[in-house]
């Protein structure tokens, strides 16, 4: 996880060989030169992270060359600060992708090697409308690279701002755990603008012969019906714009040498296709503890 945005947290991913993904990109100190290809170049990157999923661009690490080391960094790739400022790189992001990505942040790395070294890390949320690079094509994120998007793919994009967005939110600090007896909460967030409402959700259960699931007032258990899934039922629920909303909670009661916890969640609302999230829950000295699956920065 990038937890601060320092030198020693770039020398912890190079070390811990962070392979690039959908949300995050290496990109060398040749990737940032004031000439009109490598600015093209640079609008289709960031586009396409804010058409896809978000994420971070991070220039001044390079990638190593060998095809088995393709995609994993290398080193620390220095960018001089007197010749490439954080405000020439904002300005040829903020001229040559529309429109402009609402959210966006640079945050420029100083670096040991010299009084003038820096490392720019992009942050680049998922954005609510389709943006178009400076040659008139829309890209997205697909396998470590930027790929022209199909029309209906645009289309999908466009129509974000006209529907929910809902998203789990994992809470380490809402989960209880006693005997165990472990309590898992239901928050969701609403990334859109759209007001989230008429809402459910439904919990399956892997392993589910090894749990016995027990859910707050406003679950059903329909386990005699589908094996190891619950539904919750929240249609006075309204979730608005970016606010944290507890719905619920159920609890898991399992034998001592569970040590991990895996279950589904799908969320189901009115005008919204269904959302679904896996969730590994791992116990550790009586700790419940998320289980992330991805590089996570800072959630913007």
């Known amino acids: 996880m990038f937890i601060n945005f320092t030198e020693h947290e770039l020398l912890r991913i190079i070390n811990d060989s962070i392979e690039e993904s959908l949300h995050l990109d290496y990109k060398s100190s040749g990737s940032l030169i004031k000439n009109d290809n490598k600015k093209r170049e640079l609008a289709k990157d960031v586009s396409s992270f804010a058409n896809s999923d978000g994420g971070h661009i991070i220039y001044g690490i390079k990638e190593f060359d060998s095809l088995n080391n393709k995609h994993l960094p290398e080193k620390i790739d220095p960018i001089d ?81 006209f529907y929910p967005d809902l998203e789990f939110v994992k809470d380490q600090s809402l989960i209880s755990y006693d005997v165990d007896v472990l309590k898992v909460p239901i928050v969701m967030k609403n990334n859109s603008l759209r007001l989230a409402k008429d809402i459910s959700v439904s919990v399956s259960f892997k392993d589910h012969e090894n749990y016995r699931v027990a859910a707050d007032s406003g679950f059903i258990d329909v386990s005699q019906i589908n094996s190891g899934k619950i539904y919750l039922n929240i249609t006075e629920l309204k979730i608005y714009n970016g606010i944290n909303c507890y719905a619920g909670a159920f609890t898991i009661k399992f034998n001592s040498d569970i040590k991990m916890l895996n279950f589904t969640a799908t969320i189901y609302g009115d005008n919204m296709s269904p959302i679904e999230q896996d969730f590994k829950i791992h116990i550790d000295n009586n700790i419940p503890k998320y289980v992330e699956r991805k590089l996570s920065f800072h959630v913007w």
């Open 81 to 161: 600060r007197r010749v490439i400022s954080k405000e020439w790189l904002e300005q040829v992001i903020v001229s040559n992708i529309f429109p402009k990505i609402q959210g966006l942040m640079i945050y420029p790395i100083s670096l040991t090697s010299g009084i003038n070294d820096v490392v720019y890390v992009v942050q680049i949320p998922k954005s609510n409308t389709a943006h178009q690079a400076s040659d008139r094509r829309y890209y997205k994120r697909y396998n470590f690279e930027s790929v022209a998007m199909e029309d209906y793919e645009i289309k999908d994009i466009i129509n974000r701002s």
